[in-house]
Structure formats: structure tokens, C-alpha cells
């Protein structure tokens, strides 16, 4: 079993629209979590982590993570055509994982015009 | 502030081979990770130094190794090159252990 899970999409929505993007980690000690974003022949660029249960804003974007349900998710408003990328959700266990992040396979967001 | 560098951007190399693959951290940043990512596997955690000390390692063969030098710049080998080795190799820096990390821009390796 992985033991980062996201929903390969690809997700499709129109301009304008609220994208939402989940993640799901296995049951491990679990200490930070982190939504990076690709573009197409780039690299993971962050854009948001969080550490405690709720809701982190930032801009146009919100993270909520839910330790008991082991569940993190990614909210983007007000969707952009440029927002269009991959989207990778990453977890750092805890233990002796030190600074290692392992990450889901990536979600892919199409926004259309 | 220069963010991570790593030399370098594209690689062409035969089965048999081996590379070597540079990243600078982002001055003033210890920690240096090493990421590997394939279509089909994604984005997979190779090792992890810290203070020239290997930390953490990923399930990669004995083929891959690592080092880190003094003032933080890392680099990675990969010895007698397989065509499933390639991949975008990305380096990821961070102040220190368990901080947030930034990935370069990655050095795309193809093994013909």
C-alpha cells in the first residue's frame, strides 16, 4: 500500500471554479505536510504546508488537514487557466524520517477558459 | 537570494556508464536532498545529507550514492547506468532537518 494516495485526475474545471484536491497518507506518525505544484517539464515549486488540524489560508488557496481521518486537502478559488499543473500532495513522517518527504503520485488540473 | 543550482540541466549517457550530478543549496541552507522522478513512479526519496553526514536513505540500489562537502553543496553518482535510471534527478535544500524544502530545477538523465 502507498503510503501517500491522491486521485491521479486529471481534474477538469472551468475558470473561475473552486478546485479541490485530496490526499490521504497511511496511519504513521505524521509531522508536516506540504502541497507543492508542477508545471509541465518544471520543478515542485511549494505552495503551501501545514502542520496542525484545520484550515491554513493563503490567498487564493487552503489547505485543511485532518490527522484523525489522515486526510489533507488542497482548495483553489477563483481558478485560474495558469493554474493548470500537477499537484503534488507530500507527507513527512515522523520517527527517523528526518527531513524525507514522501509524496502521492500527483494530481493533474486542467483549468479551461 | 540564488536559489538551488544544479549542473547539470541535461544528461546523455549509454548503459554501463557512470554520472555524477552537482547541486548548490540555497546559500546559507545545510540540508540537501535527493529526489528521483519517473512518469511511472513519481517522485521517489533517494538520500538526505546533513553536516556531510548521510542521514536518510531511500530504497535505491548500492549503484546511487551520495556525498556533501563542506560549505553544503551536494552530489550524487549513479554507477554502471541502466536505461531504467532515467529520470529528472531533483535536489531539494533546506535550513536544516525537517524544514521546508526547495526543490532546483533538475538534471533530466537519459540512459541509451
Known amino acids: 500500500q502507498k503510503e501517500v494516495e491522491q486521485n491521479s485526475g486529471p481534474l477538469s474545471v472551468p475558470e473561475g471554479a473552486i478546485a479541490s484536491l485530496n490526499c490521504t497518507y497511511s496511519d504513521r506518525v505524521s509531522q508536516s505536510f506540504f502541497w507543492y505544484r508542477q508545471y509541465s517539464g518544471k520543478s515542485p515549486e511549494l505552495i503551501m504546508s501545514?502542520?496542525?488540524?484545520g484550515d491554513k489560508e493563503d490567498g487564493r488557496f487552503t489547505a485543511q488537514l485532518n490527522k484523525a481521518s489522515q486526510y489533507v486537502s488542497l482548495l483553489i478559488r477563483d481558478s485560474q487557466p495558469s493554474d493548470s499543473a500537477t499537484y503534488l500532495c507530500a507527507v513527512r513522517f515522523g520517527g527517523t524520517s528526518y527531513g524525507k518527504l514522501t509524496f502521492g503520485q500527483g494530481t493533474i488540473l486542467t483549468v479551461h477558459p | 537570494k540564488a536559489g538551488v543550482t544544479q549542473t547539470p540541466r541535461y544528461l546523455i549517457k549509454t548503459r554501463g556508464q557512470q554520472v555524477t550530478l552537482s547541486c548548490s543549496p540555497i546559500?546559507?541552507?545545510?540540508?540537501v536532498s535527493w529526489y528521483q522522478q519517473t512518469p511511472g513512479q513519481g517522485l521517489q526519496f533517494l538520500f538526505e545529507y546533513f553536516s556531510e553526514t548521510q542521514r536518510n536513505k531511500g530504497n535505491f540500489p548500492g549503484r546511487f550514492s551520495g556525498r556533501q562537502f563542506s560549505n553544503s553543496r551536494s552530489e550524487m553518482n549513479v554507477s554502471t547506468l541502466e536505461l531504467g535510471d532515467s529520470a529528472l534527478y531533483l535536489c531539494?535544500?533546506?535550513?536544516?532537518?525537517?524544514?521546508?524544502?526547495?526543490f532546483g530545477a533538475g538534471t533530466r538523465l537519459s540512459v541509451l
Open positions: 531539494a535544500s533546506s535550513l536544516g532537518l525537517g524544514d521546508i524544502q526547495y
Open positions: 501545514i502542520y496542525s488540524n
Open positions: 546559500s546559507g541552507h545545510r540540508s
